[in-house]
């Protein structure tokens, strides 16, 4: 999710019971925490490649949420007049856990075993700006400043339509998947393996992509589609001699570990040739290509760089 709704997600649980027996500093304790593990994302500002191997890593996988608890308690501790330590830490730990569950719905992946495992986990149930999710957090904060007598019983409300939305979101996933097998097996396609990633405005809209050894499939389908959605069908390169050369860069073996469906396409620009690399994971807009790294040739085949678009 985005780091402003995980804020506002720590500011819900502080109305559920949290503020009114600890005060301003349960809001802010939680609130703070819940963003704190984003704090890996900064670095984008100049750095994609960093950005890629850095974020969802050690703030926040299990270890590491605990150790960054630890530390934002130890701060509230330090400067704040509520002196429970434990308490704090209590906090501080729900807030990090908090965001580190509501990424694992997401699709981009969360190395939550780290430093044990670099595994990237992702559940591929929720968008990552769900605007059902953000909305009842926001409306659930806003009622429960409004009706402050009746806040804890608010703030528990709207966490618990939150759950029921995520539990609909899990199953609708699991929907879209059947739905999408039943597509391969009747279009008689091989797959490898496939995945079904949320749209924008879910949970009734996905989009499916589908492995094979020849080429990757990939449709936009709703759940209450009556038919099928056509397959738009992506096939690599074949016989390039600027692919081997493109795979030599650092930075492409960064991308393909990062990618679940990469696609790669070459075309012409201006007096050279561009490898184009695309994670189809991310291919719910039209248009949108986050994470799109170019490694440019020269008209001689001579590689002149490789980075990381901006589009």
Not at 77 to 90: D, V
């Amino acid at each position: 999710m985005d780091t402003v709704t995980h804020a506002l997600a720590g500011t819900l649980i502080a109305h559920a019971g949290f503020r009114q027996r600890m005060g301003w500093v349960a809001t802010v304790a939680l609130t703070v925490s819940a963003a704190a593990p984003d704090l890996d994302a900064v670095p984008r500002l100049g750095d994609t490649a960093y950005y890629l191997s850095h974020h969802r890593g050690i703030t926040h996988s299990f270890i590491g949420g605990a150790i960054l608890a630890l530390f934002l308690a130890a701060i509230f501790y330090r400067f704040s007049t509520h002196k429970h330590y434990w308490r704090l830490a209590g906090l501080c730990s729900l807030g990090v856990l908090s965001h580190i569950v509501l990424d694992l719905f997401t699709s981009y992946g969360t190395r939550i075993l780290l430093p044990f495992s670099s595994r990237r986990i992702a559940w591929d149930s929720l968008f990552i700006i769900d605007i059902f999710v953000s909305g009842i957090i926001l409306g659930g904060i806003l009622l429960a400043y409004r009706f402050k007598p009746h806040s804890i019983r608010i703030g528990r409300t709207a966490l618990a339509l939150i759950a029921s939305y995520i539990l609909l979101a899990v199953v609708s996933h699991g929907m879209a998947l059947a739905r999408l097998r039943g597509q391969v097996e009747r279009g008689g396609i091989a797959a490898i393996r496939l995945a079904a990633f949320p749209m924008p405005f879910g949970p009734l809209r996905w989009s499916g992509v589908v492995a094979t050894e020849e080429a990757t499939y990939h449709n936009i389908f709703s759940l209450l589609d009556a038919e099928d959605r056509p397959f738009r069908v992506y096939h690599p390169p074949r016989n390039n001699p600027l692919l081997t050369r493109a795979e030599e860069h650092d930075v492409v073996a960064l991308f393909r570990w990062f990618a679940r469906f990469p696609i790669i396409t070459v075309h012409e620009d201006g007096d050279g040739t561009v490898v184009e690399y695309f994670d189809l994971q991310f291919g719910q807009i039209e248009g949108r290509r986050p994470f799109l790294l170019e490694v440019v040739f020269d008209q001689h085949g001579k590689p002149q760089f490789a980075r990381f678009a901006r589009r």
